[in-house]
């Protein structure tokens, strides 16, 4: 996600939206209607007309973290909108056009994963125009200082505490030899819990 924020961040999409969506965190219904949004009444619980994620990052970036998790029936709606360049709310009659620059991660191979039969192979084919594989934190480990001092301070600021500065040496050894099998997220997570322990 920092990764994809950085590439928005340094695109001449940097003054629209980069919206995020987590697509291991919603079931296939829930992340449908949060990807292409839906009309009032068109389901149980739909009391008001909602926008979805496509819509919100017109003009900006879209970022679908953990895709290799999404529902194989919903990838082919998605693959629809990333070829046609337009979503339908559910329970919607209208096309919206929607100009939108995706970003997309997994933890899997997604290759493989199509020869399986697990994702499809269409859309991981539309999707790996351009990739950046980004190694775990074991295998680059001159990266885990910098982005525990980046969670310090910005932790620190949320939960002000002021006097907490920086690790010590001996911290950051035991940070740095630790293999995070969590990768970013385990050491966020770490870091975050330092902060509210001090």
Not at 84 to 93: D, F
Not at 152 to 160: E, I, P, Q
Request: proline share 5%; glycine share 6%.
């Amino acid at each position: 996600e920092l990764i994809a924020h950085r590439i928005h961040s340094r695109s001449p999409r940097h003054h629209k939206p980069f919206v995020v969506v987590h697509c291991a965190a919603l079931t296939e219904t829930l992340l449908s209607s949060e990807l292409f949004g839906h009309e009032k009444g068109a389901f149980t619980g739909a009391t008001k007309r909602k926008v979805g994620r496509f819509e919100r990052a017109h003009q900006g970036t879209l970022f679908l973290d953990e895709i290799g998790e999404m529902d194989p029936r919903l990838q082919a709606k998605l693959l629809r909108v990333l070829e046609e360049r337009i979503v339908r709310r559910i329970g919607g009659r209208e096309d919206i056009p929607v100009d939108v620059t995706v970003i997309a991660t997994t933890n899997k191979n997604l290759a493989e994963a199509g020869a399986r039969g697990e994702f499809r192979k269409d859309l991981f084919f539309r999707l790996s125009n351009f990739y950046l594989h980004v190694p775990p934190l074991r295998e680059r480990r001159e990266d885990i200082p910098i982005l525990a001092d980046y969670f310090l301070s910005t932790l620190a600021n949320r939960y002000n505490k002021k006097n907490i500065k920086r690790f010590s040496p001996e911290a950051q050894n035991i940070l740095t030899e630790y293999d995070w099998p969590g990768n970013v997220r385990e050491l966020r997570n770490v870091v975050e819990r330092f902060v509210v322990l001090e």
